[in-house]
């Protein structure tokens, strides 16, 4: 009988539907974004000010927020305020999370983004950068998250962490990036599943992100790295939107991220030496 796949058919029709991002679902909602001076995090921002969110805005250099501030405030944000500071404190990070409690008296959303400076090299083994790289991009995202847990399960409420393909296959050249941004994916995918479990409806997604044209990205990776890089405007709302939707995880661009996604358990080594031969080795300092 035909019943069976007609079902499938209506099963995939409304799995799709429900997917659908409208601008109204961040409309008035508490969202804190990190890393939001430059970057994707800068257009994180302009995103959820069009939408006209509350925004809490958080780096180290008051003047790049400052001026992010003034541009969400003329794009329409319900709310803009930034907090500098830097999350190798972990005070720091906790503070943060209580400012949006003393202005909203609540959250919808916690964007983790940002990422302490590390280098595209050889490894030499330096445990000491590690450890503090450790600390700015997974320890704080941790710090974060259990300080605006509380207010999350009240709104049932979004966590949106930001990583990367480096966190999901091993790359050369990135060997303290790619083990705290592999961290996060075993932090939150671990997390997620705790939640279902207490019964608390908060969403975890993990952003897999591909090569992004960022001034960051295009100083460090852009002499080596053969493809071309995605826009971080369109890679901003798609982070926004996966957010919104309360997926599990995001993979954008999505064929440069899916293709060794698929291929990593399947055909590790023939992945290693695809990642190897997209870059020009030569080049790397
Ligand atoms: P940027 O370098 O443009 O932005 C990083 C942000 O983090 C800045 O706002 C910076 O501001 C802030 N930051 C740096 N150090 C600290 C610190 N110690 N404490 C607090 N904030 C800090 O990076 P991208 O926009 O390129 O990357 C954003 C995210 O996307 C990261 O999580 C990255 O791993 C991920 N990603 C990016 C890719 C790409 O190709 N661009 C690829 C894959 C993932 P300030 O200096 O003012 O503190």
């Known amino acids: 009988s035909l019943f069976p796949l007609m079902g499938l058919?209506?099963?995939?029709?409304?799995?799709?539907?429900?997917?659908?991002?409208?601008?109204?679902?961040?409309?008035?909602?508490?969202?804190?974004?990190?890393?939001?001076?430059?970057?994707?995090?800068?257009?994180?921002?302009?995103?959820?000010?069009?939408?006209g969110s509350?925004?809490?805005?958080t780096a180290r250099t008051e003047g790049k927020l400052r001026k992010v501030s003034t541009q969400?405030?003329?794009?329409?944000?319900?709310?803009?305020?930034?907090?500098?500071?830097?999350?190798?404190?972990?005070?720091?990070?906790?503070?943060?999370?209580?400012?949006?409690?003393?202005?909203w008296g609540g959250l919808d959303m916690l964007?983790?983004?940002?990422?302490?400076?590390?280098?595209?090299?050889?490894?030499?083994?330096?445990?000491?950068?590690l450890r503090k790289l450790l600390e700015i991009n997974v320890l704080s995202y941790v710090t974060?998250?259990?300080s605006a847990l509380p207010m999350l399960k009240e709104s049932r409420g979004s966590i949106v962490a930001v990583s990367s393909l480096a966190g999901k296959v091993g790359t050369p050249f990135t060997v303290p990036?790619?083990?705290?941004?592999?961290?996060?994916?075993?932090?939150f995918s671990s997390l997620r599943?705790?939640?279902v479990v207490e019964n608390a409806n908060v969403s975890i997604t993990l952003c897999v992100l591909g090569y992004i044209n960022t001034d960051t990205a295009m100083k460090t990776v852009s002499h080596v790295i053969r493809n071309?890089?995605?826009?971080?405007?369109?890679?901003?709302?798609?982070?926004?939107?996966?957010?919104a939707l309360r997926q599990r995880e995001l993979h954008y661009p999505y064929i440069s991220v899916r293709i060794p996604l698929l291929l990593r358990d399947w055909a590790p080594d023939f992945l290693d030496s695809l990642t190897r031969n997209n870059m020009d080795i030569e080049k790397v300092k």
């Open 111 to 129: 964007i983790l983004n940002h990422i302490g400076s590390t280098y595209f090299g050889y490894f030499k083994g330096d445990t000491e950068h």
């Open 228 to 243: 071309k890089p995605a826009p971080k405007e369109e890679c901003a709302l798609e982070i926004i939107k996966s957010g």
């Open 54 to 57: 509350h925004i809490l805005i």
């Open 9 to 51: 058919v209506l099963a995939i029709f409304f799995y799709s539907a429900k997917q659908e991002f409208k601008v109204e679902m961040l409309k008035g909602k508490r969202v804190i974004v990190t890393g939001a001076s430059s970057g994707i995090g800068e257009q994180m921002a302009y995103r959820l000010a069009r939408t």
């Open 144 to 146: 974060m998250t259990v």
């Open 72 to 103: 969400c405030r003329e794009l329409g944000a319900a709310s803009i305020h930034y907090v500098s500071g830097s999350m190798e404190n972990m005070a720091f990070a906790q503070v943060v999370v209580k400012e949006a409690e003393k202005l």
């Open 193 to 195: 599943q705790m939640l």
């Open 177 to 187: 990036y790619s083990t705290t941004k592999f961290a996060l994916d075993g932090f």
